[in-house]
């Protein structure tokens, strides 16, 4: 079945990168874009950006433009998602999601979600 | 950047109740050319990642109970829970996926009364 999973929490200081990792199995990597989607604690849902696994295109949200960078493994079958110059306000979860198909559709399936502390 | 509003923030139904959640967007999400409305419904339980429950404004994913509904067209939608469950207390969100970014709603609490 497809299946994303992704790495352990991760505890920061303030100014620090965090790099998460997203491992997709169950389909061809290529075949569907993956996107990265923060939740902070009892907060909706804020798209970060996305990567084209086929080519290796990159797109951010204008929030995080230039301070997050999303690659992909094609061998590993695995996207990355490095996020630097931390604030407490980044604690969140960080998700990775599957596009369903092409450049505009829903997401499914979705990784369990890594948490990330940034603390002093 | 298209925005999602939902209403009302919580809700609290009796079990066997109906429950109705609504979504507006700030812009039109259809597709006038194959008519589809660019509009996903998701539950969210407490630790866990948002579960896909209905695409294309109304059609229903693969496992999930008849009693999940979504409705609307344009920029107005509605996911109704007909007959609600215990299982079914989770937050609900709505995503638009028209155009990047693609963007949520800021989610629906349901609970039981």
């Known amino acids: 079945q497809v299946q994303l999973v992704q790495s352990g929490p991760e505890v920061k200081k303030p100014g620090a990168s965090v790099k998460l990792s997203c491992k997709a199995s169950g389909y061809t990597f290529t075949d569907n874009g993956i996107h990265w989607v923060r939740q902070a604690p009892g907060q909706s849902l804020e798209w970060m950006g996305w990567i084209n696994t086929g080519n290796g295109n990159a797109h951010y949200s204008q929030k995080f433009q230039g301070r997050v960078a999303i690659t992909r493994d094609t061998l590993a079958t695995t996207s990355y998602m490095e996020l630097n110059s931390l604030t407490s306000d980044d604690t969140a979860v960080y998700f990775c999601?599957?596009?369903?198909?092409?450049?505009?559709?829903?997401?499914?399936?979705w990784g369990q979600g890594t948490l990330v502390t940034v603390s002093s | 950047d298209i925005v999602m509003t939902q209403s009302p923030d919580s809700l609290a139904v009796s079990l066997g109740e109906r429950a109705t959640i609504n979504c507006k967007s700030s812009?039109?999400?259809?597709?006038?050319?194959?008519?589809?409305?660019?509009l996903a419904w998701y539950q969210q339980k407490p630790g866990q990642p948002p579960k896909l429950l209905i695409y294309w404004a109304s059609t229903r994913d693969s496992g999930v109970p008849d009693r999940f509904s979504g409705s609307g067209s344009g920029t107005d939608f509605t996911l109704t829970i007909s007959s609600l469950q215990a299982e079914d207390v989770a937050v609900y969100y709505c995503?638009?996926?028209?155009?990047?970014?693609?963007?949520f709603g800021q989610g629906t609490k349901v609970e039981i009364k």
């Open positions: 995503l638009q996926y028209w155009t990047s970014p693609q963007t």
């Open positions: 812009q039109s999400v259809l597709y006038t050319s194959n008519n589809n409305n660019y």
């Open positions: 999601t599957r596009l369903k198909f092409g450049d505009f559709s829903w997401f499914d399936p």
